[in-house]
């Protein structure tokens, strides 16, 4: 188990604080790496696995403004699917990811390992834009990080 989920984990009963994910281009890895610490159950309230923009915009509340203007590989779909998460399961918190995993579906616009992570509370708001170079997996494990490490940032930076 990589020390990241012990550490958010930790900060998360320490704050008293609950989460919740909305995983696109990830598959459930964040959420998988959440509840791999023991005692999970304390914080973790759930997640949903948003693969299509059917579930973005009917699960998440996802506009289909942003969908169609955006696209789903986009800041604005990745804030979305956050805050709609946050509502939807009730969280204090909600992080998200968003992207093209690869190895198909890239355009010159939107490559091939282009990924967004945002990070929804009551008190902040926070997106990354990602550009992978890895495979598959790899684009997948780097997203699942990058939301794991802007959740510590965010952690930390509310203790007192």
Known sequence: ?????????????????????????????????????????TYFLGGVVAYSNQVKERVLEVSGKTLSVHGAVSEECAREMAHGVRRLLGTDVAISSTGIAGPTGGTPEKPVGLVYVALAAQDHERCERHLWQGDRLENKRQTAEAALEMLRQYLEARRP
Not at 5 to 29: D, F, M, N, P, Q
């Open 1 to 41: 188990m990589n020390p990241l989920e012990k550490i958010v984990g930790r900060l998360l009963i320490e704050h008293e604080l609950t989460i919740a994910v909305a995983e696109s281009c990830t598959g459930g890895l964040i959420a998988h790496r959440l509840t791999n610490v023991p005692g999970s159950s």
